[in-house]
């Protein structure tokens, strides 16, 4: 039998100290894992910025994509565009 859960999928360009980065975190810490799985996507910090899952000790599983960031950089971009909705052809979609 098919998984029954909802896959979500969040992307953040990077998770420094700020609200996207607490809003992400949180969701993806209380989604009910029992109707939910979930994934948090993620690019890297720029020097001088904090990670907020380091800072605040959190231990949630991420994927790290390190072309993703504050810096734009179209082609990685591009690329990363690219691959993420080839995927998302392929994940079965729920309407509510």
Do not use: W
């Amino acid at each position: 039998m098919p998984d029954s859960k909802i896959r979500v999928v969040r992307i953040i360009a990077r998770l420094n100290i700020g609200g996207p980065a607490i809003h992400a975190t949180l969701l993806t810490e209380r989604l009910d894992p029992a109707r939910f799985t979930t994934t948090l996507v993620t690019g890297t910090e720029d020097d001088g910025e904090a990670n907020y899952l380091e800072l605040h000790g959190r231990t949630i599983p991420v994927l790290i994509l390190p072309d993703l960031g504050r810096e734009i950089r179209p082609q990685a971009h591009a690329v990363f565009l690219a691959m993420a909705c080839g995927c998302a052809g392929r994940v079965p979609r729920r309407c509510s």
